[in-house]
């Protein structure tokens, strides 16, 4: 169904969002909501509060008894919408289960609560409303995993198997109804303070992984002109190990006089395949030349910080200061 050009882009559209009684199933519930589209309420609670606030931006939801690890409830849920509003255009497969065991702790059981929730529930969901969305031309699946999966921690260990194998689960599924008009999309929310989470381990706090693109702490190019002084004057010998554990004490690093980068001498003789024509990969300097890359991805930048794109063999940065 395209989309309509008003301030709700999802009008005469049908939303199923499961876990709407608190935290971000509520929110996303009323966003929904606001944007034009007639939600469906599923939880197993009581989300009188979330069709509260949604009456109170002038839009109805139909409040759906539903407990995802159930497979009975789904279809009772299912044949009911099927009834009364005849198809779905968005699924958003938000409701799970925290747990915060260590590796000792953990029992069959809580583990198999848990993927019973976290995991087949978001399966059974697609399997009982994607009929109901198919062949309209149209549709958006909304996974909600979890960026815990980044987290090195020895906790919620069944939680987070089951959040990666959301993601998993999220890919194949796009694969196969990416034709059909429809999108399969994992969302992974950092740790957010909700009821859920509130009695979260102490060992997730304060670990968030770091944004995409932003280079780890004390990984800056700053930080390592500031961490390495002997390597900014001129002629010196580099004496770092290469990518084989060698030292390469015949490459000498020269500082230009602009200081945007360095310079590295007798690199055709060391690396002479780099500069031969129609080989894969490429690299680029910043501030200076692009370089061209070897057979294996690997380049240099002259006159300036190379960073080289993998090749067939994966290879990048030989040179840079990574």
Not at 120 to 138: N, V, Y
Not at 194 to 202: H, I, L, N, R, Y
Not at 277 to 299: H, K, V, W, Y
């Amino acid at each position: 169904m395209p989309a309509s050009k008003t301030s709700e882009p999802h009008a005469g559209r049908v939303a199923l969002v499961t876990g709407t009684s608190r935290g971000i199933g509520q929110a996303i519930a009323v966003g929904l909501a606001e944007r034009g589209a007639r939600v469906v309420l599923g939880d197993r609670g009581d989300a009188s509060q979330t069709l509260a606030l949604i009456a109170g931006t002038g839009h109805e939801a139909v409040p759906v008894r539903l407990d995802i690890s159930d497979p009975s409830s789904i279809q009772a849920a299912r044949d009911r919408v099927a009834e009364e509003l005849g198809h779905v255009d968005i699924l958003v497969n938000n409701a799970g289960t925290f747990e915060g065991a260590t590796w000792d702790d953990l029992d069959y059981d809580l583990w198999q609560r848990v993927m019973t929730t976290d995991l087949d529930g978001p399966m059974l969901m697609c399997k009982a409303f994607l009929p109901l969305m198919r062949g309209r031309g149209w549709g958006r699946v909304i996974n909600i995993a979890s960026a815990t999966v980044a987290i090195p921690s020895p906790v919620s260990i069944a939680y987070r198997t089951a959040k990666m194998g959301t993601i998993g689960f999220t890919r194949a599924l796009s694969a196969t109804l990416g034709d059909e008009g429809i999108t399969i999309n994992a969302v992974l929310p950092s740790l957010t303070r909700t009821a859920m989470t509130e009695g979260d381990p102490p060992a997730h706090r304060g670990r968030q992984p770091q944004p995409p693109g932003n280079p780890p702490p004390g990984r800056t190019r700053r930080h390592r002109r500031e961490r390495l002084p002997a390597r900014r004057g001129r002629g010196r010998l580099d004496h770092r190990p290469d990518h084989h554990g060698q030292r390469r004490k015949h490459v000498r690093t020269l500082m230009p006089p602009s200081g945007l980068g360095r310079c590295r001498l007798g690199l055709r003789r060391r690396f002479g395949r780099a500069w031969r024509g129609g080989q894969a990969g490429s690299g680029s300097g910043e501030g200076g030349q692009d370089g061209a890359g070897g057979p294996e991805g690997r380049g240099a930048g002259r006159g300036g910080e190379g960073e080289a794109a993998d090749g067939p063999d994966g290879g990048a940065d030989v040179f840079g200061d990574r």
